[in-house]
Structures are given as structure tokens and as C-alpha cells.
């Protein structure tokens, strides 16, 4: 055997010991790697989903264990079920690799809640829906990382889950100028942030308004786009009104459910069509409570008022935070969110947080939010290549959206526009948008961002135009799930 036979022969060998070696680990995070890696198989585009399920219940949890255990159990079906049937499509109907998914879910005992098992399959999940595994798999993604992906891979991110705001920063506030007390009483003030001083008044065995609100009066006209106030719920308060006054006449009336904690609510006056912000002059605020106990009243539980700031028209529309609700994997991170124990918010991932994750992954980002107020983590997380698509705008509420943007991704609907036989991200966004508002009308909007100017846009609106490069749903148009289109 000549010198050049035994160096193809030892090439052979060496090819075969390679493609017997790999790489064993003790996370799923690299479930799917291999030892050896060619160049000619890292432009390969790669195909990754993360599906995050995160709380099963929202603010609205208390003590009342039938009530909660319903809910719980209701939501927990809607989540798994979307989560299981989102997983089946992306492996049965777009040929995903099953190592390629990360299903992160909090399980609940099966002795107590059903797991919708024709749906979901238990073996599916690779961890648990906290905010630390989900650092840990976005970061695989990133450059240098166990999972590094490229610009010519893609990857998908679905979050089911309860979302929200706060407007607490950012916003020049202002407060009141002076209060006529009527039957309200202080110690100082009729309204202070301070501990121990608040406005309050005593009502006796009247299921109804308060006769006397508590009246707030401008030296001047004042224009406002919204305001913030902080009040307190008890056994027999039911609802707050409050009414703004021009010369004598409601221009505004909101009527709030009263919360729970003495913490803030915000309200942005918005047109309930297009959601434009409004705007409007006032001289006068009248605060009222409502009871809906008559055999208890405000005697023994007056209704407080802690604080109550306006937000001026020339202040900037600027949201500070946005948030998702996370899973409680400890009792300590549940007490410290029901009674605020040490003053932490540790079941919350921030828009702030979920950017620092996802930075600097080069793959083609698809985003789908299912939460309320998904909208809000648009000017976050916008940019180059990432495709966001929330079920609704920032300050807008939302309902069962997932589904029918599933359904329109797995062909199960007539989303096909175009005709080409393949269901894009836009047709499947127009579809669900479509969907929603046959069934919701205006109350919510879902919204989508693709050019990278950090606006969500609504697909009846001029700005979204998927044959025009450069608008909102062009790159949309031209990303599939089972294939990658260059534009």
C-alpha cells in the first residue's frame, strides 16, 4: 500500500471516530449539540422555539379557595393546551426538532389539577417557567453561546401568560391644587402620600354613592391626557368614580373596580376606537366611592384616598415598565407578592430584562405575546430582523388570541392570501387581527412591529403594508416557519 492510500485510509478512520462522538450534558441547553461542528453546517439555517408558560392566575387571587381553584384550573387548561398544540405544530407540521423546542412550564400537583393530556404531553417540558432557566436558554442562543445561532437561523418566542404596566416613571405628575373637605377627613391634608394621612370619609348604611365626594379644585384650567390615583379596598367598598369638570359640566366620568393594595392605578384617557391619547380641560375633580354592603357602610371601614396626581398634556407618553407574571416555584415568592413583605416584585420579568436577554442573538426573532398589554414591550425589543406580534396594544386588555393565530399557522383556517400555498407570519397576524375584532370589536388591538422603528402598528392602519419594504409586515410577509426567505 502506497503512502497515499494509507493517508485516504486514515482520513476514512478518523471521519468514522468522528461521527461517533458527542457531547453529553446535564442541561437541555445543550441537548443538541455535537463535538465537532463543520462551517458548512453553521450556515445551516437552524430552526429554535422557546414557549414560555408563565402565572395561571393574575392579580385578581385572594383566599377564597373554591372560587381560586377554578380559576386556576382554567387557566391552567387554556395555557397547556396552547402551549401542547403550538409544540405539535411546530414538530408535526413544520418538522421542528423536538431537541430544537424548549417547553419551560410550571407543573401543578396532578392530585389536584388536570393536565389536559390529549394535548400536552408531561415529557415535553425542559424546565420550569422562572426567570432564571429562561435567561439560561436565551443566552445559549447568543453569540459565543451553546446554541449560537446566525442570521441565517431563526427563532421562534411564544409567551402565554398574564402581562401588564406601570407608568411609574417617566411621567411629570402633578398634583392637585386645593380640596374642598366636605365631610372628608385628615389629619393635614386632604390627600398626602404620607403613612398615616389620608382622605377618608364615614358613610352609614347607604348602598349607594357618596353623597359628599371628595372635591378637588384647579386655580386654573388645566389640559390632562390621564391621571394616577392610590386608594385602598375594604370588606364594603365596591367601585370609584371619579368626574372631571369644565365650568360645571362632566366632560369625563371613570368608574374603577377598587383594588386590593394601597398601591397606584393609572388610567390614560384614550379614544376607544382608534386608542389615540385624549385630552381635555378641567377646573374641578369629584371623587365618589360606592359600597355594596348596606348592612356595614363606611363606618366601621371608611373609604381612603392616599393619593392623586394628574398627568399634565405636555408631559411625554412614555410607559416605564412592562411586565409579565411569572410562576412562584417558592412560597416566599408568593407571600412576598400577595402581602408585599419586603417590597419586591420578584415574580415579574421586565421589558427591560427580557432585552438584555435576547441581545445580541443574530437569528430572525419571531415574537408572539399572547399577555394584556403585550404592546408595551414593543419599544423594548424592536429591531433589525425581529418580528414582534402582541394581542394587543400597551394599555389595551386581551383575550384568547394564540388560537386562532395557530390555527392560521397550522392551516387549519383559510389564512392562505396570497395563494402560494404558505402561511407567512403577516397572514397569520391579519388573520388573528381580523378574528379579534369580529369578536371583540375594538376592545383590544393586536399590533405588529417588524421594520424596527419601535411602533406597533395595527393592520387596518396606513403604516402596515406588507408589500412595501420598509413597513410594518414586509419582513412578516416573507418569513415562514418552514422555510427562510432573504428580503
Given at each position: 500500500?502506497?503512502i497515499?492510500?494509507?493517508?485516504?485510509?486514515?482520513?476514512?478512520?478518523?471521519?468514522?471516530?468522528?461521527?461517533?462522538?458527542?457531547?453529553?450534558?446535564?442541561?437541555?441547553?445543550?441537548?443538541?449539540?455535537?463535538?465537532?461542528?463543520?462551517?458548512?453546517?453553521?450556515?445551516?439555517?437552524?430552526?429554535?422555539?422557546?414557549?414560555?408558560?408563565?402565572?395561571?392566575?393574575?392579580?385578581?387571587?385572594?383566599?377564597?379557595?373554591?372560587?381560586?381553584?377554578?380559576?386556576?384550573?382554567?387557566?391552567?387548561?387554556?395555557?397547556?393546551?396552547?402551549?401542547?398544540?403550538?409544540?405539535?405544530?411546530?414538530?408535526?407540521?413544520?418538522?421542528?426538532?423536538?431537541?430544537?423546542?424548549?417547553?419551560?412550564?410550571?407543573?401543578?400537583?396532578?392530585?389536584?389539577?388536570?393536565?389536559?393530556t390529549?394535548?400536552?404531553?408531561?415529557?415535553?417540558?425542559d424546565?420550569?417557567?422562572?426567570?432564571?432557566?429562561?435567561?439560561?436558554?436565551?443566552?445559549?442562543?447568543?453569540?459565543?453561546?451553546?446554541?449560537?445561532?446566525?442570521?441565517?437561523?431563526?427563532?421562534?418566542?411564544?409567551?402565554?401568560?398574564?402581562?401588564?404596566?406601570?407608568?411609574?416613571?417617566?411621567?411629570?405628575?402633578?398634583?392637585?391644587?386645593?380640596?374642598?373637605?366636605?365631610?372628608?377627613?385628615?389629619?393635614?391634608?386632604?390627600?398626602?402620600?404620607?403613612?398615616?394621612?389620608?382622605?377618608s370619609?364615614?358613610?352609614?348604611?347607604?348602598?349607594?354613592?357618596?353623597?359628599?365626594?371628595?372635591?378637588?379644585?384647579?386655580?386654573?384650567?388645566?389640559?390632562?391626557?390621564?391621571?394616577?390615583?392610590?386608594?385602598?379596598?375594604?370588606?364594603?367598598?365596591?367601585?370609584?368614580?371619579?368626574r372631571?369638570?369644565?365650568?360645571?359640566?362632566?366632560?369625563?366620568?371613570?368608574?374603577?373596580?377598587?383594588?386590593?393594595?394601597k398601591?397606584?392605578?393609572?388610567?390614560?384617557?384614550?379614544?376607544?376606537?382608534?386608542?389615540?391619547?385624549?385630552?381635555?380641560?378641567?377646573?374641578?375633580?369629584?371623587i365618589?366611592f360606592?359600597?355594596?354592603?348596606?348592612?356595614?357602610?363606611?363606618?366601621?371601614?371608611?373609604?381612603?384616598?392616599?393619593?392623586?396626581?394628574?398627568?399634565?398634556?405636555?408631559?411625554?407618553?412614555?410607559?416605564?415598565?412592562?411586565?409579565?407574571?411569572?410562576?412562584?416555584?417558592?412560597?416566599?415568592?408568593?407571600?412576598n407578592?400577595?402581602?408585599?413583605?419586603?417590597?419586591?416584585?420578584?415574580?415579574?420579568?421586565?421589558?427591560?430584562?427580557?432585552?438584555?436577554?435576547?441581545?445580541?442573538?443574530?437569528?430572525?426573532?419571531?415574537?408572539?405575546?399572547?399577555?394584556?398589554?403585550?404592546?408595551?414591550?414593543?419599544?423594548?425589543?424592536?429591531?433589525?430582523?425581529?418580528?414582534?406580534?402582541?394581542?394587543?396594544?400597551?394599555?389595551?386588555?386581551?383575550?384568547?388570541?394564540?388560537?386562532?393565530?395557530?390555527?392560521?399557522?397550522?392551516?387549519?383556517?383559510?389564512?392562505?392570501?396570497?395563494?402560494?400555498?404558505?402561511?407567512?407570519?403577516?397572514?397569520?397576524?391579519?388573520?388573528?387581527?381580523?378574528?379579534?375584532?369580529?369578536?371583540?370589536?375594538?376592545?383590544?388591538?393586536?399590533?405588529?412591529?417588524?421594520?424596527?422603528?419601535?411602533?406597533?402598528?395595527?393592520?387596518?392602519?396606513?403604516?402596515?403594508?406588507?408589500?412595501?419594504?420598509?413597513?410594518?409586515?414586509?419582513?412578516?410577509?416573507?418569513?415562514?416557519?418552514?422555510?427562510?426567505?432573504?428580503?
Amino acid at each position: 500500500m502506497n503512502i497515499a492510500n494509507l493517508i485516504t485510509l486514515a482520513l476514512v478512520i478518523m471521519l468514522m471516530l468522528s461521527s461517533c462522538i458527542q457531547v453529553t450534558g446535564e442541561t437541555n441547553l445543550d441537548k443538541n449539540q455535537e463535538t465537532l461542528q463543520t462551517t458548512e453546517d453553521k450556515e445551516v439555517s437552524q430552526r429554535y422555539a422557546v414557549i414560555f408558560v408563565g402565572q395561571y392566575f393574575g392579580m385578581w387571587f385572594n383566599f377564597q379557595p373554591i372560587k381560586n381553584y377554578k380559576r386556576i384550573q382554567q387557566y391552567y387548561t387554556w395555557y397547556l393546551n396552547d402551549a401542547g398544540q403550538t409544540y405539535k405544530m411546530l414538530r408535526d407540521t413544520y418538522g421542528y426538532s423536538e431537541e430544537n423546542i424548549f417547553l419551560l412550564v410550571k407543573l401543578l400537583p396532578e392530585c389536584l389539577f388536570d393536565i389536559p393530556t390529549e394535548q400536552f404531553n408531561k415529557s415535553w417540558v425542559d424546565g420550569t417557567c422562572d426567570e432564571e432557566i429562561l435567561e439560561d436558554v436565551l443566552t445559549s442562543f447568543k453569540i459565543g453561546g451553546s446554541n449560537e445561532l446566525s442570521e441565517n437561523d431563526s427563532l421562534l418566542f411564544l409567551m402565554i401568560d398574564h402581562g401588564g404596566i406601570y407608568d411609574d416613571g417617566g411621567i411629570n405628575w402633578v398634583k392637585p391644587d386645593k380640596v374642598n373637605y366636605n365631610d372628608w377627613r385628615c389629619e393635614f391634608l386632604a390627600i398626602d402620600n404620607l403613612e398615616n394621612t389620608f382622605a377618608s370619609y364615614h358613610k352609614t348604611f347607604d348602598n349607594n354613592w357618596t353623597d359628599q365626594p371628595l372635591i378637588i379644585k384647579m386655580d386654573e384650567l388645566l389640559k390632562i391626557k390621564g391621571f394616577r390615583i392610590k386608594s385602598g379596598k375594604d370588606s364594603s367598598q365596591d367601585k370609584i368614580r371619579i368626574r372631571f369638570y369644565n365650568d360645571s359640566e362632566i366632560i369625563k366620568q371613570t368608574i374603577l373596580n377598587s383594588w386590593v393594595k394601597k398601591d397606584w392605578e393609572y388610567l390614560v384617557f384614550r379614544n376607544i376606537t382608534t386608542q389615540e391619547i385624549q385630552e381635555y380641560e378641567i377646573d374641578r375633580i369629584e371623587i365618589s366611592f360606592h359600597e355594596n354592603n348596606a348592612n356595614v357602610g363606611f363606618k366601621v371601614h371608611p373609604a381612603k384616598v392616599y393619593d392623586f396626581e394628574l398627568w399634565p398634556a405636555d408631559s411625554l407618553n412614555d410607559i416605564q415598565k412592562a411586565f409579565f407574571a411569572l410562576t412562584f416555584n417558592t412560597l416566599f415568592k408568593f407571600l412576598n407578592w400577595k402581602f408585599n413583605v419586603f417590597n419586591g416584585e420578584l415574580n415579574l420579568l421586565y421589558d427591560w430584562e427580557l432585552a438584555n436577554y435576547i441581545d445580541n442573538i443574530s437569528a430572525k426573532m419571531i415574537f408572539l405575546f399572547q399577555p394584556c398589554f403585550g404592546g408595551a414591550f414593543i419599544d423594548k425589543i424592536s429591531g433589525e430582523n425581529r418580528i414582534i406580534c402582541t394581542a394587543s396594544r400597551g394599555f389595551e386588555p386581551a383575550d384568547s388570541w394564540i388560537g386562532p393565530f395557530r390555527r392560521a399557522l397550522n392551516k387549519e383556517v383559510d389564512a392562505d392570501y396570497n395563494f402560494d400555498g404558505n402561511i407567512s407570519i403577516a397572514e397569520a397576524y391579519e388573520y388573528t387581527a381580523k378574528w379579534v375584532i369580529d369578536r371583540y370589536g375594538n376592545l383590544f388591538h393586536p399590533i405588529i412591529d417588524d421594520n424596527a422603528d419601535r411602533i406597533g402598528t395595527h393592520y387596518n392602519e396606513t403604516s402596515y403594508n406588507s408589500s412595501m419594504f420598509g413597513m410594518d409586515g414586509y419582513l412578516a410577509a416573507n418569513t415562514f416557519l418552514n422555510l427562510k426567505i432573504s428580503v
